[in-house]
């Protein structure tokens, strides 16, 4: 069982926006601003498209965005393209040396 | 440009060893912390900890100590993920990934992984 809690799968046709939620506790999404979220396809290596809750890394397209309210935060991904089809992860740093998971959400472009 | 490149595939015993390397291309590693993350077959991402590159100073996430070493070869620079007593949980992608230096606890570059498969 992950640390974090995600929707196991997510769903929109191209176009739609789609947000995909990640709840942790007030020991780690809760209490720091470092929640990234990471794009994986299917036999590649994840990729960063959020990190410090909203910031964008260099390259990745403006339709990814972070957002944090509480415990919980969440990627939405607006004007949904083909290739956003992937898993993606959220992580958030938890205090002295941890450094926690979800456990994934599988986005499907209808 | 910035390239973190595994060590291919291993297929072990139960109780053997296997070490895994990271080359790295593109950048000072000294500037960046190495991480290494531990993904089992249709799982999240485990966070296994994280190597000082400028001394070789290993910090391990709970879960991975004992069987776990994080380690460099200087003359090449080269980071290393040695896990002993193998055994069948064990079975997993292993990525080394860079700490960026944009923010803390967020890798931007990710080696490809390397699978290591645990099976008698």
């Known amino acids: 069982q992950s640390a974090l809690t995600q929707p196991p799968s997510a769903s929109g046709s191209p176009g739609q926006s789609v947000t995909i939620s990640c709840t942790g506790t007030?020991?780690?999404?809760?209490?720091?601003?470092?929640v990234s979220w990471y794009q994986q396809h299917p036999g590649k290596a994840p990729k960063a498209v959020i990190y410090g809750v909203t910031k964008r890394p260099s390259g990745v397209p403006e339709r990814f965005s972070g957002s944090k309210s509480g415990n919980t935060a969440s990627l939405t991904v607006s004007g949904l393209q083909p290739e956003d089809e992937a898993d993606y992860y959220c992580s958030s740093y938890a205090g002295r040396n941890k450094l926690l998971f979800g456990g994934g959400t599988k986005l499907t472009v209808l | 440009q910035v390239q973190m490149v595994q060590s291919g595939s291993e297929l072990k015993e139960p109780g053997a060893s296997v070490k895994i390397s990271c080359k790295t291309f593109?950048?000072?590693?000294?500037?960046?912390?190495l991480n290494w993350v531990r993904q089992a077959p249709g799982q999240g991402p485990e966070w296994m900890g994280w190597?000082?590159?400028?001394?070789?100073?290993?910090t391990y996430a709970q879960g991975f100590t004992g069987r776990f070493v994080f380690s460099m070869d200087w003359p090449v620079r080269t980071p290393y993920l040695q896990i002993s007593s193998l055994k069948a949980e064990d079975t997993a992608f292993y990525y080394c990934a860079r700490g960026s230096r944009l923010a803390d606890n967020y890798f931007d570059y990710w080696g490809q992984g390397t699978l290591v498969t645990v099976r008698s």
């Open positions: 007030s020991a780690d999404i809760g209490a720091y601003n470092y």
């Open positions: 190597m000082d590159t400028n001394n070789a100073n290993p």
């Open positions: 593109g950048f000072t590693l000294s500037d960046h912390a």
